[in-house]
């Protein structure tokens, strides 16, 4: 019930925010507006939002005959939690790093990237498909895909704003007058980045320590799960990736991400060593802290 709360709420928010900038650009036609275009938007969100990540990232569809060792996992750890078969795909990247993404366990998909495939052992990489596998089972799945979108449109519709208003908005002259000019919109433009790492961070710590947890308890072998961790956190800073800071927190280890001052500000993950400790009881596996 939390997870599906969460998708409603922000579904609400993205209706709302598009009316309000509807009205206040446009009146009350922008009202009309911005509601069709929330409608649009949210049928987009709930059956789209998984493909948008998957193509963001070029993200490729896998065979079991392509890769037989982690369908083998795949496939056992499914059968453990009672869920479906996800579909696979695999980044072309050498980046170590993986996420789950679709709206329900039966329209759920697995990625990880060619590095994480080449950097983790067997048990090592079952830790890090049972962990995706335990967003798919806690139902997460939905609600951070449509984080990503959301945050996507509001640092959007705060450029569009701004660059509106700037050249005499969508209502005429008068009314930038009135408010100031782009000073709002501006304004905007400022906290919208802000707004959209927010709403990351209300879907994004708790989930990861949750299907760290999951994925421990479906393997039966939490320091597996924390030594793919410690190798993912170290190889990634070789091999940086670079994210989009709208899809960051899909994935099980934060990647690089652009996106200016404030990125840094709001990391959508939480600290490595913090998960490790909660796996085994340490900040390491080697015990060096």
């Known amino acids: 019930m939390g997870n599906t709360l969460k998708t409603a709420f922000l579904l609400t928010l993205l209706t709302l925010m598009l009316i309000w900038v509807g009205g206040h650009f446009a009146g009350r036609d922008g009202l009309v507006l911005g509601f069709l275009f929330a409608a649009g938007m949210n049928f987009f969100t709930y059956f789209y939002s998984d493909k948008l990540a998957l193509k963001m990232y070029k993200a490729q569809p896998v065979t079991r005959e392509q890769l037989p060792r982690a369908y083998a996992v795949v496939e056992r750890m499914t059968q453990r939690m009672g869920i479906p078969m996800p579909k696979m795909y695999v980044l072309p990247t050498q980046s170590p790093n993986a996420f789950a993404t679709g709206r329900n366990p039966k329209h759920a998909s697995v990625a990880m990237t060619a590095g994480i495939l080449d950097l983790l052992n067997d048990e090592e990489l079952e830790g890090v498909l049972a962990h995706e596998l335990g967003h798919v089972q806690n139902r997460d799945i939905l609600t951070s895909s449509i984080a990503a979108t959301l945050a996507g449109a509001i640092t959007l519709i705060a450029r569009m ?11 005429g002259g008068g009314g930038r007058r009135e408010r100031g000019g782009g ?7 400022i906290l919208a980045p802000i707004a959209a790492m927010l709403v990351q961070l209300a879907v994004s710590r708790s989930r990861e320590y949750e299907a760290d947890a999951t994925g421990a308890r479906t393997t ?5 799960l924390a030594s793919a961790l410690e190798k993912i956190d170290a190889y990634s800073k070789r091999i940086p990736m670079t994210a989009s800071p709208s899809s960051a927190h899909l994935f099980i280890a934060q990647p690089l991400v652009g996106g200016g001052m404030f990125t840094n500000l709001f990391s959508t993950h939480p600290p490595m060593q913090k998960r490790i400790e909660r796996l085994i009881g340490r900040k390491s596996v080697a015990g060096i802290e």
């Open 220 to 224: 039966g072998n939490p320091y597996a």
């Open 183 to 189: 000073a709002s919109s501006l304004f905007m433009l």
């Open 161 to 171: 704003g701004y660059w509106a208003e700037i050249f005499g908005g969508f209502g």
